[in-house]
């Protein structure tokens, strides 16, 4: 018996090449054509096939499956697979082991930055609070008449020194800065000078800011601390070596 003869035809249409085989029988004589591109299913088909695996296969690796195991030909993949997930496991204790070994290169890291960040901080906010009671002290000596800065011992300097570190005229509240004392803070008074466009100091004399003597009034009155407000940061544990804080406020003199 002869075997089944074939031929392909091909035809342009429309800009698209169709082809077309041709089976024959000699037994029957007789010919069945078709068209080989209406076997091939359309991006539409394929999209709408993928999307109805797509739901089982994501339910399927959910339970602890295998990502087969919805597929039509799942026994022959079982089969070869011995009924496993070829590969499953593998590798995993590995995995485990070198993220511990990342975390424990880089939590001291974190530790070190947030420790860091947390002291500068800290003395960050120490400063600001120095300042303000300075910038407090500065503005109520400054509004303040017949105040004699040459002396260091004036009730109504002391009053305000007290006020600003305190809260209260004769000191008997709680610090607003710890370990900031009234014989940390300096008061100076200074006059501007034409000739060098700067400010001065202004000296204790009857031709200066001595009102004992007969002295006028200063121009500005600048609050500052005498050697600084000494801070330690800690960082790990360990103490770094320690610096002062030094702030100064400068305003102008508004009284008699």
Not at 7 to 32: K, Y
Not at 91 to 100: D, Q, T
Request: proline share 7%; net charge positive; glycine share 12%.
């Amino acid at each position: 018996m002869k075997p089944t003869a074939y031929s392909v035809a091909t035809e342009h249409h429309s800009g698209r090449m169709r082809a077309t085989i041709t089976l024959s029988d000699p037994m029957r004589n007789s010919g069945v054509s078709t068209n080989i591109l209406n076997a091939i299913p359309s991006p539409l088909e394929w999209w709408l096939r993928l999307r109805s695996f797509a739901g089982p296969a994501r339910r399927s690796r959910l339970k602890g499956g295998c990502s087969h195991d919805w597929l039509p030909h799942k026994a022959q993949l079982i089969g070869r697979g011995k009924g496993k997930c070829r590969g499953k496991g593998k590798g995993k204790g590995k995995g485990r082991g070198s993220a511990l070994v990342e975390s424990a290169l880089l939590v001291p890291i974190l530790l070190a930055l947030l420790i860091g960040t947390t002291e500068l901080g800290r003395v960050t906010y120490t400063y600001y609070m120095i300042q303000k009671v300075l910038a407090d002290l500065a503005r109520s000596l400054g509004t303040q008449q017949g105040v004699n800065f040459c002396d260091s011992a004036d009730p109504i300097m002391q009053a305000a020194i007290n006020n600003a570190l305190t809260g209260t005229s004769d000191a008997s509240g709680t610090p607003i800065v710890t370990g900031l004392t009234p014989g940390m803070i300096q008061v100076t008074v200074a006059r501007y000078d034409p000739n060098s466009q700067q400010l001065a100091a202004c000296d204790c004399s009857a031709s200066g800011c001595d009102s004992s003597q007969g002295g006028g009034p200063p121009g500005y009155v600048v609050v500052s601390l005498t050697n600084g407000y000494t801070v330690r940061p800690l960082f790990w544990g360990f103490s770094v070596l320690p610096f002062p804080l030094q702030p100064s406020v400068t305003v102008p003199y508004a009284g008699s």
